[in-house]
Every structure is written in structure tokens, then in C-alpha cells.
């Protein structure tokens, strides 16, 4: 069983680009999004869980996010949570609701989230070209195990870089329309 498997890498490296949109679809363009929240984590009953799986998240209008609480018990867990992600958003504790005001983007946060996003995507670069470097490996190995030719190694050492390429490409287009976005440009 040759140890190169292309589906794999493909799937690898897709996934990297679906993380990177995902991160991406987390940061704040001026305008509400419940993705906004999306990568937020609350420690509660002694885990880490994802912050929708501890309460609702709604956008009633354009620039509020409310945030709704199962148990009153997790309130303070989640509102710290919210606080230490770094979003720029003070939260606003009503009862079991949390109320989230959108506030207009400053230019130099602007610039901060633009830099963000560029690290987001040097992130996926590194996940891609690592998956690229596990290919190769195993290329290597079935070489090594006289399961493929010295030319198929070669034919399939195009192929594995020239699927990182495209992937790349695809990182570079998604971090570009997001720091357009952000950008206001």
C-alpha cells in the first residue's frame, strides 16, 4: 500500500483553506455578524467549549449582538470569555443577556485587523505547505519501498506542487478580499 495518498493531501490542504475562511469570517468589519463569535471559547464545567454551545447568539440589528445565556451559573465565564478575545467589544450584562454594540472601526484598528488577517493566512500557508512536505515524505518512502518509479516520483512531485500552488493562491485570494473588506477599499 503506497503511503502517498492524493485524495488525502487534497483534502489537507482544502482544509486548511476552510480554517482560514472560517478565522476570517470571525473578524469584525464594522458591521454585527454572530460569526463574529464564532472562534470563542468559554471555560465551563471545568472545559473549554465553543460559546454556542453555552448560549444563543442573535444579531436583532445591524450593529448589536445579544448573547443569551442557558445558565445564569456560566454568565461571568462567558462575558470574560468575550472580553479576553481580543474583539474590541465591551460587553453589556443584562440579566441572562449579554448585549454586544458593534462600535464604528477606527482606522488604526483597521490596520490592526489587516495585520490579523495576514497572519491568518501566513498560518495557512504554513498548514499548506506542510501537508505538501508530508507528501513528499511519503513519496519518498514509496520510492524507497520500490512501490512507484523513480519517474512517477517525479510526475507526482509535480503534482503535489502544483496543487500547493493553487491552494496558496486560494489563501492569498480569501486574506486579499478580506483586508479589502476591512479596509473599506
Given amino acids: ?33 454572530s460569526a463574529l463569535l464564532d472562534p470563542i471559547q468559554v471555560e465551563v464545567y471545568g472545559a473549554k467549549m465553543p460559546l454556542n454551545q453555552v448560549a444563543t447568539v442573535s444579531v436583532p440589528e445591524p450593529r448589536m449582538i445579544s448573547v443569551q445565556v442557558w ?21 453589556i450584562t443584562d440579566g441572562q443577556m449579554i448585549r454586544l454594540p458593534i462600535p464604528d472601526m477606527t482606522e488604526e484598528r483597521r490596520k490592526e485587523l489587516a495585520k490579523l488577517v495576514s497572519q ?24 524507497k519501498k520500490k512501490e512507484i518509479s523513480e519517474d512517477e516520483h517525479k510526475r507526482l512531485d509535480t503534482e503535489v506542487q502544483k496543487l500547493t500552488d493553487e491552494t496558496i493562491k486560494e489563501v492569498d485570494a480569501a486574506a486579499a478580499a478580506k483586508e479589502k473588506e476591512i479596509l473599506g477599499k
Fill in 1 to 33: 500500500m503506497p503511503a502517498y495518498d492524493k485524495a488525502d493531501v487534497q483534502r489537507r490542504m482544502s482544509g486548511s483553506v476552510d480554517s482560514l475562511k472560517s478565522d476570517l469570517g470571525g473578524l469584525r468589519t464594522g458591521r454585527a455578524s
Fill in 120 to 143: 491568518y493566512a501566513e498560518k495557512a500557508r504554513i498548514a499548506v505547505r506542510n501537508v505538501r512536505r508530508d507528501a513528499m515524505d511519503a513519496l519518498k518512502t514509496d520510492e
Fill in 71 to 91: 445558565d445564569k451559573s456560566n454568565l461571568n465565564s462567558v462575558e470574560k470569555a468575550i472580553r479576553s478575545a481580543g474583539l474590541g467589544i465591551n460587553p
